[in-house]
């Protein structure tokens, strides 16, 4: 399987869902990326607030660094997840007619919720994120097994 988590910039809700699903995957053979839509970070580390929550659960991160979502991903992945609304409306507006990825919402296509994984960049709230995140990713692998 192949997964690619796509937030706006690449440093907190995509990174944050790659680390937690490329730990929980690691002995499944599934490649994990993440991407943003927007190319302002490309090259930048995740957000320290991130890391941060990210290292007190044990997914390590700090390694990650940002890059941008691009058509030639619709060919690279088996699976594109959005963390919310707007990003799957841009992700969608790039694919190309050749492309076999499957695109959905992170939530909905894992917990059935059709709802956003808000951004913690201006307002916080970086362990909620990740409680989403994680039980996000262990539905995806569970319905995977």
């Known amino acids: 399987m192949r997964v690619q988590f ?5 440093i907190c809700r995509s990174p944050t869902a790659h680390a937690v699903l490329r730990a929980k995957v690691q002995r499944m053979g599934w490649t994990v ?3 943003g839509t927007g190319g302002w970070h490309v090259g930048h580390p995740p957000d320290a607030r991130a ?3 990210a290292e007190a659960r044990g997914y390590p991160m700090a390694d990650l660094r940002a890059e941008q979502f691009m058509a030639d991903d619709f ?3 088996d699976l594109i997840l959005a963390m919310d609304r707007s990003n799957l409306r841009d992700i969608l507006a790039l694919r190309p007619k050749q492309g ?6 992170f ?3 894992t917990l059935g919720q059709r709802s956003d994984v808000p951004d913690p960049y201006y307002m916080g709230g ?3 994120v990740f409680d989403m ?3 996000g990713s262990d539905a995806l692998i569970s319905s995977s097994s």
Request: aromatic share 6%.
């Open 133 to 135: 995140i994680e039980r």
């Open 33 to 35: 990326e993440s991407a």
């Open 100 to 105: 076999s990825a499957k695109v959905a919402l």
């Open 51 to 53: 890391v941060a929550e």
């Open 126 to 128: 970086f362990a909620e």
């Open 75 to 77: 060919g690279r992945f």
């Open 107 to 109: 939530l909905e296509h």
């Open 6 to 10: 796509v937030c706006l910039g690449n």
